[in-house]
């Protein structure tokens, strides 16, 4: 049997704070946070790879990933909704199909083991395929389209879109939201500059038009621009956006919405994504604009406004944790560790609450430079979660391979079989600190309860 199976994890989910709060904090409380993708990137294609990338991520200082697990309109891991809405053919990306794996179910082993979090990126969103005509969702269900005031499919940077006001469309991202939740052991969700989004350019579909007339009055104006009508189009997202995050919540309060927008107020203007009225709402957790710039100059502006707009200059909002994106590696163009390292001192300046870098492989490519460097500048010491007060939910965990090992932590723990058809949960069971466990006693296990000291 395959050894992995066999490995004791023992990581936190807090039912809540008091329960682990004779566990000494961290001395810095920040996001250390980075994409995971499946493209120019091989972490997600084997097990291996998965469990030497987060081994890499632990050792130098990383407290959250998130892996993408949804992509030109498959799923990263075994999804009974696609399979229903769209055919079995369509359950997992073809890659992973042809593998027999799951790969969101090996990362989160991975990662817990070391104690971080696991966030997925839904980095889609509301847009069907990249430059293939709508792709496989939209032949299937053309009346899902999104339209430009011509008539034709919504196509903004060679991205196809679906309608966002379509509440079937909704319903799709709501119910493989729901599975990720659900289903995997995870510590939230996140949007993207496409979750919740939309170009600025659509809302003439036949749907929308009648939306539009019924609430307003109106019929909608030729100018998708039009301040009226942009407003109500990014209202629609918000309220979209308002339904994911009373979704998650009502699932396990613990989870983090988390969204990656474009930085404001481009993003309103050109993708309809109002993040401060997000904020004002109350509908988002942490908020990681993209501030993605190769000249260093633009970075610091960029990143003003988006504590500017994040409210970071009000000393009252409490009320969303702050990180944005820095981006070290598009294509074959890098920003190294001198740009980093002068980006991540203007974040500090401005009171911000960490960052994400897009995306892993840039911090191993040109001879590891950018890792090393983050390790030896910022993230000497491991450094606790803001939005947990610096009380960790995960452990680092304890491995059963070879040799029997001693339980240090009295709790309950769930088990978790990981299998070819997915993520099984199994039986709960209580074990005491001092306990021996051997290699073949248990599969992977989480502790879910702690005792009290």
Not at 115 to 141: C, D, R
């Given at each position: 049997?395959?050894?992995?199976?066999?490995?004791?994890?023992?990581?936190?989910?807090?039912?809540?704070?008091?329960?682990?709060?004779?566990?000494?904090?961290?001395?810095?409380?920040?996001?250390?946070?980075?994409?995971?993708?499946?493209?120019?990137?091989?972490?997600?294609?084997?097990?291996?790879?998965?469990?030497?990338?987060?081994?890499?991520?632990?050792?130098?200082?990383?407290?959250?990933?998130?892996?993408?697990?949804?992509?030109?309109?498959?799923?990263?891991?075994?999804?009974?909704?696609?399979?229903?809405?769209?055919?079995?053919?369509?359950?997992?990306?073809?890659?992973?199909?042809?593998?027999?794996?799951?790969?969101?179910?090996?990362?989160?082993?991975?990662?817990?083991?070391?104690?971080?979090?696991?966030?997925?990126?839904?980095?889609?969103?509301?847009?069907?395929?990249?430059?293939?005509?709508?792709?496989?969702?939209?032949?299937?269900?053309?009346?899902?389209?999104?339209?430009?005031?011509?008539?034709?499919?919504?196509?903004?940077?060679?991205?196809?879109?679906?309608?966002?006001?379509?509440?079937?469309?909704?319903?799709?991202?709501?119910?493989?939201?729901?599975?990720?939740?659900?289903?995997?052991?995870?510590?939230?969700?996140?949007?993207?500059?496409?979750?919740?989004?939309?170009?600025?350019?659509?809302?003439?579909?036949?749907?929308?038009?009648?939306?539009?007339?019924?609430?307003?009055?109106?019929?909608?104006?030729?100018?998708?621009?039009?301040?009226?009508?942009?407003?109500?189009?990014?209202?629609?997202?918000?309220?979209?956006?308002?339904?994911?995050?009373?979704?998650?919540?009502?699932?396990?309060?613990?989870?983090?919405?988390?969204?990656?927008?474009?930085?404001?107020?481009?993003?309103?203007?050109?993708?309809?994504?109002?993040?401060?009225?997000?904020?004002?709402?109350?509908?988002?957790?942490?908020?990681?604009?993209?501030?993605?710039?190769?000249?260093?100059?633009?970075?610091?502006?960029?990143?003003?406004?988006?504590?500017?707009?994040?409210?970071?200059?009000?000393?009252?909002?409490?009320?969303?944790?702050?990180?944005?994106?820095?981006?070290?590696?598009?294509?074959?163009?890098?920003?190294?560790?001198?740009?980093?390292?002068?980006?991540?001192?203007?974040?500090r300046s401005l009171g911000m609450h960490g960052e994400v870098f897009f995306f892993y492989e840039g911090?191993?490519?040109?001879?590891?430079?950018?890792?090393?460097?983050?390790?030896?500048?910022?993230?000497?010491?491991?450094?606790?979660?803001?939005?947990?007060?610096?009380?960790?939910?995960?452990?680092?965990?304890?491995?059963?391979?070879?040799?029997?090992?001693?339980?240090?932590?009295?709790?309950?723990?769930?088990?978790?079989?990981?299998?070819?058809?997915?993520?099984?949960?199994?039986?709960?069971?209580?074990?005491?600190?001092?306990?021996?466990?051997?290699?073949?006693?248990?599969?992977?296990?989480?502790?879910?309860?702690?005792?009290?000291?």
């Amino acid at each position: 049997m395959n050894r992995f199976i066999f490995l004791l994890i023992i990581g936190l989910s807090a039912v809540s704070c008091h329960k682990s709060s004779h566990i000494a904090p961290f001395a810095s409380h920040e996001i250390r946070g980075v994409w995971i993708t499946n493209i120019d990137s091989d972490v997600m294609f084997s097990r291996e790879a998965t469990a030497e990338a987060m081994q890499y991520l632990a050792d130098r200082g990383f407290n959250v990933v998130f892996p993408v697990v949804w992509n030109e309109g498959y799923t990263l891991y075994p999804s009974e909704v696609m399979a229903r809405t769209f055919g079995e053919a369509y359950r997992i990306d073809t890659v992973f199909a042809r593998q027999g794996r799951d790969p969101l179910a090996e990362l989160i082993i991975e990662a817990h083991k070391h104690g971080m979090e696991v966030i997925p990126w839904f980095e889609f969103g509301f847009s069907s395929s990249y430059n293939t005509n709508g792709g496989h969702i939209l032949a299937q269900k053309p009346e899902w389209a999104a339209k430009d005031r011509d008539g034709n499919l919504l196509k903004k940077n060679n991205f196809e879109w679906m309608n966002p006001n379509h509440p079937e469309v909704q319903q799709l991202l709501l119910d493989l939201i729901a599975e990720v939740i659900r289903t995997y052991d995870v510590d939230g969700i996140q949007g993207d500059d496409r979750l919740p989004a939309n170009p600025a350019e659509g809302g003439y579909d036949t749907l929308t038009r009648s939306m539009y007339k019924d609430e307003t009055g109106k019929d909608v104006p030729d100018d998708p621009r039009e301040p009226a009508f942009l407003q109500w189009k990014a209202d629609k997202l918000s309220e979209f956006g308002g339904r994911v995050h009373t979704l998650v919540k009502a699932h396990d309060a613990d989870l983090m919405v988390s969204m990656s927008p474009s930085p404001y107020p481009w993003s309103k203007e050109e993708y309809l994504q109002d993040s401060p009225e997000w904020i004002r709402r109350g509908q988002v957790d942490m908020l990681h604009p993209q501030a993605y710039r190769y000249e260093i100059d633009r970075y610091k502006t960029t990143a003003d406004e988006v504590a500017l707009h994040g409210g970071l200059t009000d000393s009252s909002n409490t009320r969303v944790f702050i990180a944005p994106g820095i981006l070290i590696k598009s294509g074959m163009k890098f920003n190294g560790p001198a740009y980093v390292r002068e980006a991540m001192l203007h974040n500090r300046s401005l009171g911000m609450h960490g960052e994400v870098f897009f995306f892993y492989e840039g911090l191993r490519d040109q001879n590891q430079q950018l890792g090393d460097s983050l390790k030896a500048w910022f993230y000497q010491e491991p450094a606790g979660l803001p939005y947990r007060n610096g009380e960790p939910r995960r452990f680092k965990g304890l491995e059963v391979t070879d040799t029997p090992q001693t339980v240090q932590v009295t709790g309950r723990y769930r088990k978790h079989v990981l299998t070819p058809e997915g993520w099984a949960y199994t039986e709960t069971v209580t074990l005491r600190a001092g306990k021996t466990v051997k290699p073949d006693d248990v599969p992977t296990l989480y502790l879910i309860d702690r005792s009290k000291p």
